[in-house]
């Protein structure tokens, strides 16, 4: 496919979806990788899709409706990715105070909520420790097998004429009169009038191949992996300091555990946050946390043994909000990127976004909060400190 | 202090040559007794040249500047300043030593390759029959088949007939005519020669008769059928003979265990057999400073190469000279053990064995045709892909069995020669054993 109508660069779950929803826009696609499908953050993701994570604003209200298209894509693509709607349990030990405030909030904005006592709690996770004393249950909060999903998803744009070369690494973006003209690989040239970046922790580097740049950093996270056991969890469990976690900005190691079980029936921890460069080595001491917090809240899983550990790189702005858009100064150069840890869930909502933007249709929601053009008014150094 | 991890020949030759000059060591196993898989040591360890394995667990046990853990699983290295701090699990608890050095002597597992029916019961590797045999005194049924291909065929064998098992074949996959192209090898290591004799004198005693060129192709409910194969693993149609056994013992090599150079960071590299194993220098340092390696995880090469490998990193990490006599014979045994890869190499034609049904992955129940659809359908290039959606090597076992049968699987249905980087990432596992979650959080700073 040497002139394709749209190249999406990044065959992760971001582009994927972005790819889908162009082809299905009548666009004739090619989406390029520099590895394979799934190779870069979607490959290290539990996939999440929460709403019960985000205050109210732009991301909830993104969250929300992503949420709805995740289960109108699986109708799209077919049940393979193992989309399930499990529900997320966000428990409180203490003072719950915090929680039930936001949580209130959330319900004004379209999540639904349930608001959960001592008994209410312990019998929808009868395995968490008796010394929480309430919670909120997030029906809407879901699961899915992220490497999967963008691999099924790709393999239906591909069936609908699209294209796929994996193993292409971008090495040159042509800018002419200040709109791109196409791309140069180590697969070859391809030109189109509409490039989307979808490279998640590489989106920065990508950006500045085409004159522009987005200050988007890699944050590590760390997930555990057990052996098989019984079902003692049943939905996405975590405490409420979770939520104040995802919102930080500081750069000193935070953990924050999240809990859940797999089809497989290995239980996931995860949630840890540190803002490192692409170093991969592995902290064990975070391990230790994390493992130390799930037994926290659930001491059952004191003698079920870790089987593995693996680590990710979350891709984030400065402000913690994704950047979903038309780039600020090159023209056809769209963004779907930095998502951090809700790129699985974010995915589809973003993908919406950009194509109704491209086509001037209307969008779900006024998108201008997640634009590339927020970082103009920040001056680079502040960019990228 | 230096910390020597695994006591099988390169980690006790290591610990021995490393406590001459009085150096204080610790010698972390995880058996009861020294003596690793190969000397599997039950008191007295029998077989060929036994003599050496006895001498050095008597100089083990009589050093006093040596401690020897037993029975203890290390699960994680971390880097504290200069220091090693080596984390392990012993009877429930779990413990942690530190060291200014290393000295990593993690030893091999046998290779097995997917056939119908490797995974039922019955069908086991000939290092497990052994260590049945040498570990517990348990004969693994009173039939059996040795089949595979390797030297070490002929120790299980033998070693099973003496203990009272009927063994009713000897298959060897590859030809003994490959052993034309290696005979200065041969000429190097005289030793050989009484070795081989040893077992051919067994093998009449016992009357097994040795074939070449066959594979055990598919096994169920007591019989095994042998086929021939072609140099590259091939099956020829039309010539197969069913034999009526209770156990089939089948293994393809030997894969080192790479996970604790591989937590530490010591950079690996991939043998000419396709095997990753770790870059050592002339004296066994690794690329991380004051990390020694030796033995198989250096390059598969059997026990007389790791005992020397384990001295020489001994010797070089106590700070002692080593003589040009070491240093020659440690040549001498990598040129036998080039010679051995080159005469039992693996055809990729044992990818055609498996069925659509073959299970490849037997942790997750990862069968044949879910690797082949990930590659067709969904676009897997590399293990790491086809394992993200399969789930093949996520298991209890971490991959050790079938990653890299994975890897040359995906390598053969994409065309493309699986890569030195991809041989070298599907090492990385960095939880080395398994612990229990309440450990590691009662662990926390």
New interface residues.
């Given amino acids: 496919m040497q002139n394709p109508d749209a190249i999406v660069i990044g065959a992760g779950i971001v582009g994927a979806s972005v790819a889908l929803s162009l082809t299905n826009a009548g666009f004739k696609v090619l989406v390029i990788d520099r590895g394979?499908?799934?190779?870069g953050t979607t490959?290290a993701g539990e996939g999440n899709i929460l709403v019960s994570d985000k205050d109210p604003g732009p991301e909830l209200t993104l969250a929300l409706r992503s949420r709805d298209l995740w289960f109108e894509m699986q109708e799209d693509v077919g049940d393979a990715f193992e989309l399930e709607a499990k529900g997320g349990v966000v428990v409180a030990r203490n003072d719950d105070g915090p929680l039930m405030k936001l949580s209130s909030e959330q319900s004004l904005h379209g999540v639904t909520i349930q608001k959960l006592d001592h008994a209410s709690l312990h019998e929808l996770e009868p395995y968490l420790d008796q010394r929480y004393q309430s919670g909120v249950f997030y029906p809407q909060d879901a699961q899915c097998q992220p490497?999967?999903a963008a691999?099924?998803v790709?393999?239906a744009v591909v069936r609908r004429g699209g294209a796929?070369i994996?193993?292409a690494k971008v090495t040159k973006i042509h800018v002419r009169e200040g709109a791109v003209t196409g791309i140069e690989t180590s697969q070859g040239s391809f030109s189109a009038p509409i490039i989307v970046n979808a490279t998640g922790t590489w989106a920065g580097e990508l950006a500045q191949m085409a004159g522009s740049h987005l200050p988007i950093a890699p944050r590590k996270g760390f997930i555990?992996?057990?052996?098989p056991t019984k079902k003692y969890v049943f939905h996405k469990v975590y405490d409420s300091d979770y939520v104040a976690n995802v919102a930080s900005s500081d750069a000193d190691l935070q953990t924050s555990t999240v809990v859940e079980g797999t089809r497989?029936g290995t239980i996931l921890?995860g949630a840890s946050r540190e803002r490192v460069g692409f170093d991969g080595?592995?902290n064990?001491?975070i391990?230790?946390?994390l493992?130390?917090?799930?037994?926290?809240l659930f001491p059952i899983?004191?003698?079920?043994?870790?089987?593995?550990?693996?680590r990710g790189f979350r891709p984030y702005a400065p402000d913690h909000l994704p950047v979903i858009g038309e780039d600020a100064t090159v023209k056809g150069l769209w963004h779907s990127a930095g998502h951090e840890g809700a790129g699985i869930g974010l995915a589809p909502g973003s993908a919406a976004l950009i194509t109704d933007a491209i086509l001037g249709r209307e969008q779900f929601m006024d998108p201008s909060p997640f634009s590339p053009q927020r970082f103009l008014s920040m001056g680079i150094e502040k960019v990228l400190s | 202090m230096i910390i020597v991890i695994g006591a099988g020949p390169a980690g006790l030759a290591a610990a021995e040559a490393a406590s001459r000059n009085g150096s204080d060591i610790a010698l972390i196993d995880s058996s009861p007794r020294v003596g690793g898989q190969y000397w599997r040591n039950r008191g007295t360890v029998k077989g060929y040249r036994s003599g050496r394995a006895d001498q050095l667990f008597s100089k083990i046990s009589s050093a006093k500047s040596i401690t020897h853990i037993s029975e203890a699983t290390v699960w994680?290295i971390?880097k504290e300043g200069d220091l090693f701090r080596v984390?392990y699990l012993q009877g429930g608890e779990e413990s942690s030593l530190t060291a200014e050095k290393l000295i990593l002597a993690t030893g091999a597992y046998d290779r097995s390759l997917p056939f119908p029916g490797w995974d039922k019961p019955g069908s086991m590797t000939p290092g497990a029959a052994q260590a049945m045999l040498k570990g517990s005194g348990v004969l693994v049924g009173k039939r059996v088949v040795v089949a595979g291909t390797g030297p070490f065929l002929l120790p299980v064998a033998t070693g099973l007939a003496e203990s009272g098992a009927e063994i009713v074949g000897l298959y060897e996959a590859n030809s003994p005519i490959r052993w034309l192209l290696s005979l200065h090898a041969l000429l190097l290591n005289p030793g050989k020669f009484a070795e081989l004799f040893y077992y051919g004198n067994l093998l009449k005693r016992f009357k097994i008769s040795l074939k070449f060129n066959r594979a055990v192709s598919s096994f169920a409910d007591g019989s095994a059928t042998v086929s021939h194969i072609n140099s590259h693993f091939m099956v020829k149609s039309q010539r197969e003979k069913i034999v009526h056994t209770d156990v089939v013992a089948v293994g393809w090599g030997f894969l080192p265990d790479l996970t604790l150079g591989g937590?530490v960071?010591c950079a690996q590299r991939v043998d000419s057999d396709g095997t990753t194993i770790f870059a050592v220098d002339g004296e066994q340092r690794s690329s991380v400073e004051n990390v020694w390696i030796a033995g198989e995880a250096t390059g598969i090469g059997g026990a007389d190469l790791s005992l020397i490998e384990g001295e020489i990193a001994g010797l070089s990490a106590s700070s002692q000279s080593i003589s040009p006599s070491k240093r020659f014979t440690r040549i001498r045994k990598e040129i036998f053990a080039n010679a051995l890869k080159r005469s039992y190499p693996i055809g990729d034609g044992w990818q055609s064995w498996p069925q659509e049904s073959t299970t490849i992955c037997r942790c997750?129940e990862v069968t044949m045709h879910e690797i082949r659809e990930s590659v067709t359908?969904?676009?897997?290039?590399?293990s790491?892909?086809a394992k993200?959606?399969t789930?093949a090597g996520?298991?209890?076992c971490?991959g050790r069995v079938c990653s890299r049968n994975v890897s040359e699987i995906v390598g053969g249905l994409t065309h493309c020669s699986v890569t030195d980087g991809e041989r070298i990432a599907s090492s990385n596992?960095?939880?080395a054993s398994?612990?229990?979650?309440?450990l590691?959080?009662?662990?926390?700073?």
Avoid: C, W
């Avoid at chain 2, 359908?377 to 590399?382: W, Y």
């Avoid at chain 2, 398994?434 to 309440?438: A, D, E, Q, T």
């Fill in positions: 394979a499908v799934s190779s490959g490497m999967l691999a099924h790709i393999r796929f994996s193993q555990l992996v057990t052996e497989a921890i080595s592995m064990y001491e391990l230790r946390r493992a130390a917090q799930a037994t926290s899983l004191r003698d079920v043994q870790l089987l593995r550990a693996y | 994680s971390e984390n937590i960071g997750e359908e969904l676009g897997a290039e590399d790491r892909t993200l959606f789930r996520m298991g209890l971490q596992r960095p939880i398994p612990i229990s979650l309440g590691l959080g009662d662990g926390k700073k």
